[in-house]
DNA sequence: CATGTCGTGATACACATGTATCATGACAGT
DNA sequence: ACTGTCATGATACATGTGTATCACGACATG
């Protein structure tokens, strides 16, 4: 009855409907049985192929993150050659709010990991959890590089414009979650900070 | 064995409990059973005092939510006599974010409501939600008024940036929850803000 | 004194969840 | 052709959850 499978295939398959769920019903909502539904395979598969539910939670988390990555290499691209530091600060901090279908699902997504994280310390610990340090980090590089430029002013301390900005998207993400407002209005406070207080 | 009991004190007691342990272990963990167990009564009482487990949760809600008003009440009258526009905001903004104990668990705890929320958008919209809007309002009002006394530039946009501002401390709230920063450092953050791009 | 409502306990029910167990057909290597 | 590993299914188990039911003693009111 079963050949021998691709195993990565279906792992991706049964992942997959994980973070579909996680988007239409909230991470909560995503049981191993509600994810081997969704997936199209039985429970025993799921079990199969991931051994443990923190296994399937981690290998989704990892997928989530390389999806995000991607969206923000193509906002990137997408604000036009050659990138400028403004026009990439300006990329990244946008394309993290949901405004549109992928960065709302992100975000729900992302929201219920958090959540899980802060119930749970211990359980998502051994993953790499030192990822918003590197965008941190990364950004307040593209700050640095703008004071060079003359784009930011020279005054600005880098370390923190960019800590208060990244709280401030977070912020507004879970303000357009919550339903308090629409994507595009918080698109629009963010870059109303963006022009007028950081940007010369 | 039972005499006519103050129903209010017994339903303090039990509410009180349930937000002891949202603080401890998390919202997630406040069963009825945990509640009743912390509270020192029988899980039948907890029932009996609040039918469902959904009027618990807004009765503890409701609680919570006069406990950060004391809070802002206390912070804003700390500021300093007489009250200026500048201290009210900065006095607002500053005690929401996690600091010491009690902002800790107010954070904590809003944070597994605004999860529930999320989960589950109905069960507890009965309860008002307009809250942040009322704050963003009040907030926008004192930006307005620090604008007539010079305090704020007056091109200056009170919405967008009363938005931004709570955006950002919620955004700082979660990153101290998460154990990203300590709760000084987002304070920092914070008074960056509000010193350098804010107030004149 | 009788009676009914109040406060409380013990326990049952129905369900969902993560995980474990057992069985069995299919294919590969010998 | 045989045998063992692979892929899969069906089902069981232990636990935790919110809610419901039944019983019973205490007190107030008539």
Redesign the pocket.
Request: net charge positive; aromatic share 10%.
């Given at each position: 009855?079963?050949?021998?499978?691709?195993?990565e295939e279906?792992r991706t398959q049964i992942a997959e409907a994980l973070l579909r769920i996680a988007d239409t019903q909230g991470l909560?909502?995503?049981?191993?049985?509600?994810?081997a539904a969704e997936a199209g395979?039985?429970?025993?598969?799921?079990?199969?192929?991931?051994?443990?539910?923190?296994?399937?939670l981690l290998d989704a988390l990892a997928r989530l993150q390389s999806q995000l990555q991607g969206r923000m290499n193509a906002w990137i691209a997408a604000a036009g050659a050659p990138p400028t530091p403004r026009s990439v600060v300006t990329a990244i901090l946008s394309c993290i709010v949901p405004t549109d279908a992928e960065s709302s699902r992100i975000a729900r997504t992302y929201n219920g990991y958090y959540t899980l994280v802060l119930n749970d310390p211990d359980v998502l610990e051994k993953h790499g959890a030192a990822q918003p340090a590197v965008l941190e980090g990364f950004l307040a590089r593209q700050i640095r590089a703008a004071q060079q430029t003359g784009e930011v002013a020279a005054d600005k301390d880098p370390e923190l414009i960019t800590a208060g900005l990244l709280a401030m998207v977070n912020g507004l993400g879970s303000s357009v979650l919550g339903g308090q407002r629409s994507g595009e209005d918080a698109l629009a406070i963010l870059r109303y900070y963006l022009d007028t207080t950081l940007f010369t």
């Open positions: 009855m079963a050949a021998r499978v691709d195993h279906r909560q909502s995503a049981s191993m049985r509600a994810v395979v039985s429970l025993r598969l799921v079990q199969y192929y991931f051994t443990t539910k923190e296994a399937l």
